[in-house]
């Protein structure tokens, strides 16, 4: 498959997401249990014909967008009763497979439009942190960047910035997971209950044994990993600080002689 193609097939998948992800967000009430959120968002993939998944919806309330929990990340982490009360923060994820071609995106919020600018302030201040780093990782992630200064460069900025770094609570700690090597034979497997799915756990596992065994790259970014940073990833810094979480989960490019995000702000338009 020609690599232009390839970019633009990961681009509509992500559109895609950005669009279900933000409708359900301009919805989220206090009040809403996390579940019904992710009803919502799988609702509206289902519009789009999504039918497979890398993961299932997740959403996170006020504390949790800490992950502010005891215990396994994969069981603490899917979607619960919890309400959201006025003033907190959300997180929406979801990774969907559009057409073969996967995609993932995350938003954060502010529950109740009535929040006075004080207690707005400290999650505002999260984005700016989120913000800022997104448009200095396309300079630390050029083309030749060890994977691990990669995830040294952010967590040292984010730390720097005087917020706690959530992502290395993450399965494997990932800073980023790689979105090469589809459409593959796990693409159309079938939808099994919530959370992570097979297309991911194999193509990933798949990929980690083609590292060792014929030096492809490696599929994560992570602390320790070996290797350069070279691919298409989804990238998600995920901070804290007090009971506010924050994150993004943006497309990077590292190819050849560019590096660019697909959608350069925050959580803005998906440009491909």
Same mark, same amino acid.
């Given at each position: ?7 633009? /097939? ?7 997401? #950005? ?5 359900? *967000?301009?919805?989220?009430? $206090? ?15 289902? #519009? ?13 309330? !006020? ?15 899917? $979607?619960?009763?919890? #309400? ?14 559009? !057409? ?40 630390? *992630? ?38 090469? /090597? ?32 014929? !030096?492809? $790259? ?7 990993? $070996?290797?350069?940073?070279? /691919? ?23 190819? !050849? ?14 440009? /491909?």
């Amino acid at each position: 498959m020609m690599r232009a193609a390839y970019i633009a /097939g990961i681009a509509h998948a992500q559109r895609i997401a #950005r669009e279900a992800v933000l409708t359900v *967000a301009a919805t989220v009430r $206090p009040g809403d249990t996390e579940r019904e959120a992710c009803v919502r968002i799988e609702r509206e993939l289902a #519009r789009a014909g999504v039918e497979h998944w890398l993961h299932t919806p997740y959403a996170w309330w !006020g504390e949790r967008t800490r992950f502010d929990w005891r215990g396994m990340w994969e069981t603490n982490a899917l $979607p619960s009763e919890r #309400r959201l009360e006025p003033g907190e923060s959300f997180i929406l994820d979801v990774a969907p497979i559009v !057409g073969g071609f996967p995609a993932d995106f995350a938003y954060t919020g502010l529950a109740g439009a009535g929040s006075s600018r004080a207690e707005a302030a400290p999650h505002l201040e999260l984005l700016a942190t989120l913000a800022d780093v997104k448009a200095k990782l396309v300079t630390w *992630a050029a083309p030749g960047s060890s994977a691990a200064s990669v995830c040294e460069r952010v967590e040292e900025a984010l730390s720097g910035a005087g917020a706690d770094v959530v992502h290395t609570l993450y399965p494997a700690n990932v800073l980023a997971h790689t979105l090469e /090597g589809f459409p593959n034979w796990t693409s159309s497997a079938p939808r099994v209950g919530t959370g992570f799915q097979l297309p991911l756990l194999l193509t990933y596992a798949t990929g980690i044994v083609l590292h060792h065994l014929a !030096g492809r $790259p490696y599929p994560f970014l992570r602390a320790g990993a $070996p290797g350069r940073a070279r /691919g298409i990833y989804a990238v998600e810094p995920h901070i804290g600080q007090g009971r506010y979480g924050a994150k993004f989960e943006s497309i990077l490019l590292i190819d !050849g002689d560019e590096t660019r995000w697909l959608d350069p702000e925050l959580f803005g338009e998906v440009l /491909g």
